[in-house]
């Protein structure tokens, strides 16, 4: 029910300073065609500080493209990366290629400060 009202969580402490970060990578499932609660409270409080920004999540019905988009517009910045994982996907060929592209995108800016 949460997912679906958008009743804000709280965000644990990060063990680790967000930004001493290039990029953030974060994930999970698609609630209800919404973010997971923990994901959305983490961007909300943290987003100011994200360099890069990468996003992917898992679903089995629809609305991840749509709830990535929502995800991202906190932190004022288009995603470097997005995945969307469907149930199909992870059952055949496609999740190593999906992955593998989203890896390479996600590494090439970092590879150019080498």
Known sequence: MEAIFKIPAAAKESRHQVDDYECI???GPVWAQNISLPIRAFIKRDSEKFERLALFCT??????????GKAAKPSGNEPIATMVLTEPDIQSDLLDQKVDAFVKT????MEKNL
């Open 25 to 27: 990578i974060l994930g």
């Open 59 to 68: 679903e089995y019905g629809e609305g991840g493209e749509k709830m990535l």
């Open 106 to 109: 996600v590494a090439a800016p």
